[in-house]
């Protein structure tokens, strides 16, 4: 801790006649400038659209100073079509004051109404409306973290809160109100809880809950060196994560230790899912703090194995364990395989999935752990920013044990396995210093170009509007499941086009404490038509599309 301080100082031809293949309803038109043609014309940049957009959030940290770990962590948020207009709203989880032995420095005068969280209905036109109370959004609570999916397979999407001494299911009613379930629904997390993700681990169509949880959090523990400013990870007894199986009737069943999850403590920040090997199972990917990461593979009769160590994703690129934050998965090189990619305290790990060989560090060979160095990464987001056909990784950097704010960092993929940063030619809002902490992604105005929210530690977020030019052609798919579940969760998706391959993931949660929009994001450069869209749906059902317009959302439904 101590060191890290002072380092920080310094058109549709459908091929199967059961599918069903549509536009979005709400869809700016789009034209591709002349010069998207060659991907070196494009610019990736980004603007401070928050208060043009009418979104006014601060982050609370409870207290009148930093002074522990559980003020430290901050706080993520999620896009959600909550209301299936076709637009991604915004909720934004909080802290807020606790009692007054919790918090190291309480406040003397607390608020007459205490910071909370907010939900802001997209209402298409680049403008937010807060719709939190008539949500029934605002729990009293600490709140950490938030994930999203229709568990019920009603149609709606549901909301999923954790934070510290709470966990709180709540159910979309389909009339832009939300109902605590959490009892109803058999959730039962003691403890903090912190990143959670989705995934329908046996694939019966319904959706499982995998709930990570941090320390055994003791406020009354102060003893720690002055530099480090409170009691670090390391100080506190890890957790134990928790795994629930959806009974595919508004009920889940806790199967943390029948599945082999309960057998391992860690102190989880961030958790993603997806099919790391390719076999049609979703795995589990924690990254936890200062204790090796773990990946858990899907053993397909309900329980999993600890395969971090030999897959070479559990430590770091020295052999430590890092302070991993927010974790990735995606097709970096085109291969149809997913790389995995984490930010942390250190370096970041860009992890090369090499098959049966595991995983290859090759962010020290590519310059990006370089850069990173000098940051305490957190939030990040994997996408084709310019819609070049190159995926590109967003950055969002803070203080760790100190409010030090920090600039950003956005690399631009130039292919085989290289990028550029290109971090202040961006625009000032990536230069502009916060304390970051969670960051979700979505195309929040259906441009065609992938925006992001960045919550900021004990500060106002940010809306981080993406205005590249010269940016090339793009599609969003959006998955509806009919035998498999609802939100196509596990759903791998390929596109065709010319020579070129891109393959992308359904997944809930990724990245720290966040979840990004339902919607799958293809940046397609000069292509100039899709040739074919391949779908592999977790029931096993494989769905092709032929020949598919570009600029555009669709919506694909598996066959029933």
């Not at 600039?407 to 292919?415: A, C, Y």
Request: proline share 4%; aromatic share 10%.
């Amino acid at each position: 801790m101590v060191y890290r301080t002072l380092l920080l100082l310094l058109s549709i031809a459908p091929v199967i006649a059961a599918q069903t293949v549509t536009t979005a309803p709400p869809i700016a038109p789009h034209t591709l400038p002349s010069s998207a043609a060659k991907s070196t014309d494009a610019v990736i940049r980004f603007e401070d659209a928050s208060d043009k957009a009418g979104i006014n959030f601060t982050h609370s940290i409870g207290s009148r100073q930093l002074g522990s770990l559980l003020e430290g962590t901050g706080a993520g948020c999620v896009w959600i079509d909550y209301n299936n207009s076709g637009l991604p709203s915004l909720y934004v989880v909080n802290g807020r004051p606790l009692d007054d032995s919790v918090h190291p420095f309480p406040l003397k005068d607390k608020p007459a109404t205490p910071p909370h969280n907010h939900l802001y209905r997209n209402d298409g036109n680049g403008h937010f409306t807060d719709v939190t109370d008539a949500a029934g959004l605002n729990p009293d609570m600490y709140s950490v973290a938030v994930t999203a999916a229709d568990y019920d397979n009603d149609g709606f999407v549901d909301l999923l809160v954790t934070g510290y001494g709470k966990t709180i299911l709540y159910h979309n009613d389909g009339n832009g109100h939300f109902t605590d379930v959490t009892a109803k629904a058999g959730i039962s997390v003691d403890g903090w809880a912190i990143s959670s993700t989705w995934l329908d681990y046996d694939k019966d169509g319904c959706v499982d809950l995998f709930v990570g949880r941090y320390v055994k959090f003791d406020p009354k523990y102060r003893a720690f060196y002055a530099a480090d400013n409170y009691p670090g990870p390391l100080d506190y007894e890890g957790e134990t994560n928790r795994l629930y199986h959806n009974n595919c009737n508004g009920t889940f069943t806790d199967v943390t230790d029948k599945s082999g999850i309960g057998a391992f403590v860690g102190r989880t920040m961030g958790v993603t899912a997806a099919d790391f090997d390719g076999d049609g199972w979703d795995d589990i990917y924690v990254a936890n703090d200062r204790t090796e990461n773990f990946l858990f593979r899907n053993k397909h009769d309900g329980t999993f194995e600890e395969v971090g160590n030999d897959t070479g994703t559990a430590f770091g690129q020295n052999g430590e364990s890092t302070s991993s934050m927010g974790p990735i998965f995606a097709d970096f090189e085109g291969r149809g395989v997913l790389d995995l990619w984490v930010t942390d305290g250190h370096y970041n790990r860009m992890l090369h999935n090499a098959g049966k060989q595991g995983f290859e560090d090759m962010g020290a060979s590519n310059g990006v752990s370089q850069t990173n160095a000098q940051y305490v990464s957190w939030g990040t987001g994997v996408y084709d920013f310019d819609n070049d056909g190159l995926l590109d990784i967003l950055i969002f950097h803070g203080g760790l044990i100190h409010m030090i704010p920090q600039e950003h960092t956005l690399f631009h993929g130039l292919g085989d396995r290289r990028f550029a940063d290109t971090s202040r030619t961006a625009g000032p809002v990536l230069s502009a210093r916060t304390v970051a902490r969670g960051a979700c992604f979505a195309d929040y105005d259906n441009d065609g170009k992938v925006d992001a929210f960045l919550v900021n530690l004990g500060a106002k977020g940010t809306l981080v509007h993406n205005v590249s030019t010269g940016s090339g052609h793009w599609v969003a798919i959006k998955l509806v499941g009919s035998k498999s579940n609802r939100d196509g969760i596990g759903a791998r998706v390929e596109v065709f086009a010319g020579s070129k391959h891109w393959t992308a993931e359904r997944v809930a949660s990724s990245g720290y404490l966040s979840q990004d929009d339902s919607r799958l994001h293809f940046g397609l450069g000069a292509a100039s038509a899709i040739d074919k869209i391949i779908v592999r749906w977790p029931s096993g059902r494989e769905q092709t599309l032929e020949t598919q317009g570009l600029d555009r959302v669709l919506t694909i439904e598996e066959p029933k």
